[in-house]
């Protein structure tokens, strides 16, 4: 027995964690920062108990086999599809969107937290089929569906960019297991021939604008323009070094908005520079390199597609935040992992690290 937890405990990935532990820091560092006119104290506190409350969620994970989670998947997937539909009536409106329910001591944001139920239902789904092989059009219905469901029902709220990010996540996956390449391209031919229908009738005006104004932020400069021209000029006014902390004048004069949530990279690029952002960029170098680790030494299938999501989760989230306040990308709704303030953020990060990392901690069991 003593052998079996030796064994078991080497394979706590250490390098992960304390990777996770200065992405989180330096978050901090940039909130504290970005709220230094307003009353920080409450920002950081908060973000600091959210953190704690995540961290002792992960423990918690830890302390199970992870195949356990599998036996709880579409349960909890369930559940928080009922969670998501009830969004539209008991949800606390926000920013024109009904996406959150108050608990008064905490706000839940279902379409988070249902990101990480999905991938647990889908990777149960495969591996109760006990194989990974391509598939064709019959095999993909059931997993499109648990994918597509919780995505359309969020972009209802709406919420494109959740929604898209959630069936972007489900793709990833659903490519990793095999698609046969003809249904690929079919899929593609479909997408771009439907492209005008939904410009016309799936998406709302303010989020055509969102597209238009991605294409040529100029178009409307003090309007639906302004948050990219302003992350653009943040961004590119820290130079190599940057302006120095608590210093950058887009973020202390709050030209640049929601610098301590979805904004955060402006910050973290205005005050540190070129060198901060490759700071950044390469702990969440690290922080994927040791997560597709674990992932590609899974020990069933359920493990692998679980720990394919979880990247695809966190990569996506990353790319499409950064790419985002670079004008690489129209401005949604995404924060960026672990730095970004926001408890179902930091507890949704959490939780997605805790069943990832317990795939690679109970590997040796079996």
Known sequence: MEELEEGQGSRFDWTLMLTVLALVGLGLLNIYSATFHQQNQHFIS????????????????????????????????????????????????????????????FSWQPSETMKIMMIL?????????????????????????????????????PDLGTGGHMMIVGATILLFVGIRPKILIWTALMGIVSFPVFWQYGLKE?????????????????????????????????????????????????FTPEGHTDFIFTVLAEEWGFLGSILLFSLYLIFFYRMIGIASHANDIFGAVLGVGVVALMASQVFINTAMVMGMFPIVGIPLPLMSYGGTSMLTAMVSLGLLMNVGYRRTLF
């Open 46 to 105: 908060k973000q600091i108990m959210s953190f704690g409350i995540g961290a002792g969620v992960f423990a918690v994970i830890m302390l199970f086999d992870y195949r356990i989670f599998e036996r709880i998947a579409y349960l909890a997937y369930g559940l928080n599809l009922v969670a998501l539909s009830l969004v539209p009536f008991v949800g606390t409106l926000r920013y024109g969107a009904r996406r959150w329910i108050n608990f008064g001591f």
């Open 121 to 157: 239902a889908v990777a149960k789904y495969f591996h109760s089929k006990n194989q990974v092989r391509k598939m064709g059009l019959k095999e993909l219905i059931v997993p499109v569906l648990m994918i597509a469901v919780p995505g359309l029902m969020t972009i209802a709220q």
């Open 206 to 254: 303010y989020q055509k604008d969102r597209i238009v104004t991605f294409m040529n932020p100029t178009r409307d400069p003090k309007g639906e323009g302004y948050n990219a021209i302003q992350s653009l000029i943040a961004v590119g006014s820290g130079e190599v070094t940057g302006k120095g902390f608590t210093r950058g004048t887009q973020t202390q004069l709050e």
